[in-house]
């Protein structure tokens, strides 16, 4: 399976400000998606980060507090911004291969808004 | 709206003892898909199950599929501390579209 690695892995944020995410895989992938983890839920889906074309977003989530870029194949960031002590959550991405594959998921990036 | 239920919430056995997790979900699915999340970290994927079929093992693992009942259920045999974790449940639906919808999640504590 492919190798993704997700930076940061926490970090603490001052309330207004904004935090990229990386997410690096070690191999070309078809789709690649955010999560989102609140404290003690289980994982909400964000978007789906598009290669060269702008992100699907779910319900509920807007491309101007979660930009999403996905310049190639392997590398996708997203963007929390204006962040407030609600964003405290694990974001976390994911891989496909393609077809009827699992998703792969990173580590995740705690974030704490104080 | 979260797609999958999982029960019990929260599971707590003697190390050796066997857990079982269940899941049900609401639509039509093409495969279902059971993770395991230690301590807030990443998601650990565990077995996929295509909707056609019915059972699948792994090592410790064996999960069922019941489409009819739209269910799903995890067994770990011969617990050990390090299964202690949380397992989700995720299932991809049939309408063309790759994304993956989460249950609730189980928490499971193996006492040693």
């Known amino acids: 399976s492919a190798v993704i690695s997700q930076k940061p892995s926490r970090d603490i944020c001052q309330r207004g400000t904004s935090l990229t995410i990386q997410c690096q895989v070690d191999s070309q992938v078809t789709m690649m998606f955010w999560y989102r983890q609140q404290p003690g839920q289980s994982l909400t889906l964000i978007a789906t980060a598009n290669q060269g074309s702008e992100a699907t977003y779910e319900s509920g989530f807007v491309i101007d507090k979660f930009p999403i870029s996905r310049p190639n194949l392997t590398f996708s960031t997203l963007t929390v911004s204006n962040m407030s002590p609600e964003d405290s959550s694990i974001y976390l991405c994911?891989?496909?291969?393609?077809?009827?594959?699992?998703?792969?998921f990173g580590d995740g990036t705690r974030l704490s808004i104080l | 709206s979260q797609q999958g239920e999982e029960d019990p919430q929260a599971l707590s056995i003697q190390e050796g003892e066997n857990a079982t997790m269940n899941c049900s979900y609401k639509t039509s699915i093409n495969n279902l898909q059971w993770y395991r999340q230690n301590s807030g970290r990443g998601l650990v994927h565990l077995i996929l199950?295509?909707?056609?079929?019915r059972e699948k093992h792994s090592g410790r693992l064996r999960v069922t599929l019941d489409t009819s009942k739209k269910s799903s259920s995890l067994l770990i045999t011969a617990s050990r501390a390090a299964d202690t974790a949380s397992y989700f449940c995720a299932t991809r639906s049939n309408f063309g579209n790759e994304k993956l919808t989460f249950g609730t999640g189980t928490r499971l504590t193996i006492i040693p």
């Open positions: 199950i295509r909707s056609n079929e």
């Open positions: 994911s891989v496909q291969t393609g077809g009827d594959q699992p998703q792969h």
